[in-house]
């Protein structure tokens, strides 16, 4: 997963890191003093984390070792640790810890408990854990389409398929002047209800859910946008 993927990420990825920083920049100056710190789980090629302001001291965290080398040739301020982000115990707790761009989809539903610890026990009292996700409904319309789009002088399609129990695989096959890649990346997806009951068992006691501008909230929107708060 993300392996051969990893130096075509960023290319295709267009303009999606920007809304995602200023995002959590924004929902950051919530706490109402400095942020000094952020911890971001599956940071990738650090495409977010770079958005930042330079004055955060920033942690990334990912188990794809070519997505974590792309951010290090790219010279992302931040110290890139390679590892699974259910698993994670850094001994220290941060202002904001962020898990954007459906990353925690990326998890099987059983181990996203495991996901919500890992933020609850590195952030600071005060802090703000932030996250998006694809909602069942977005995945479960997106299964049977495929899209081809063109890329840095690669053609990429990918393909969705419903693979039951609440898992999506992503086919992606990436063509162009080297041999054709083909990865497949799976997503799973969780009811709104669930991830409320899990976040609160986690000890999250005040959760803010958003379907981005003018959208309801519910199992239908395209994404949810959650910040949470001890
Ligand atoms: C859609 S990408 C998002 C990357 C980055 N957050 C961004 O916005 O560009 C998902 C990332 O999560 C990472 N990932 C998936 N499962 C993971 C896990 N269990 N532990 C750590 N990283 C994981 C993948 O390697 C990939 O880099």
Redesign the pocket.
């Known amino acids: ?2 392996s051969g993927f990893a130096r075509f ?1 960023d290319v295709l ?1 267009g303009g ?2 920007e809304p ?1 920083a200023a995002w959590i920049e924004r929902r950051a100056a919530e706490l109402g003093r400095e942020v000094e710190s952020i911890l ?6 650090g ?2 984390l770079d958005l930042l302001p330079a004055a955060w001291a920033k942690v990334g ?4 070792p070519e ?1 974590l080398e792309i951010a290090r040739i790219k010279g992302v301020d931040a110290d890139l640790i390679e ?4 698993d994670i115990a850094l001994d220290r707790r941060f202002d904001v810890i962020a898990c ?4 925690v989809n ?2 099987p539903v059983s181990d996203w408990p495991r996901v919500f610890a890992v933020a609850s026990g590195h952030l600071e009292t005060d802090g703000m854990f932030l996250f998006d996700m694809n909602t069942l409904g977005h995945l479960c319309g997106g299964a049977g389409r495929s899209e081809t789009t063109v890329a840095g002088g690669s053609t990429v399609t990918i393909s969705i398929s419903d693979e039951r129990d609440d898992r999506y695989d992503w086919h992606v096959r990436i063509e162009g002047d080297h041999d054709p890649i083909d990865e497949t990346i799976a997503e799973y997806g969780a009811s709104l209800t669930d991830v409320r009951r899990m976040l609160t068992e986690a000890g999250f006691t005040r959760v803010e859910v958003s379907g981005g501008r003018d959208r309801p909230v519910d199992d239908e929107a395209p994404r949810l946008f959650f910040a949470c708060r001890r």
């Open positions: 997963m993300y990420y990825q999606t890191p995602f971001e789980l599956g940071c990738g090629t495409a977010v965290i990912d188990v794809s997505m590892a699974d982000i259910r954007v761009y459906d990353t990326h998890v």
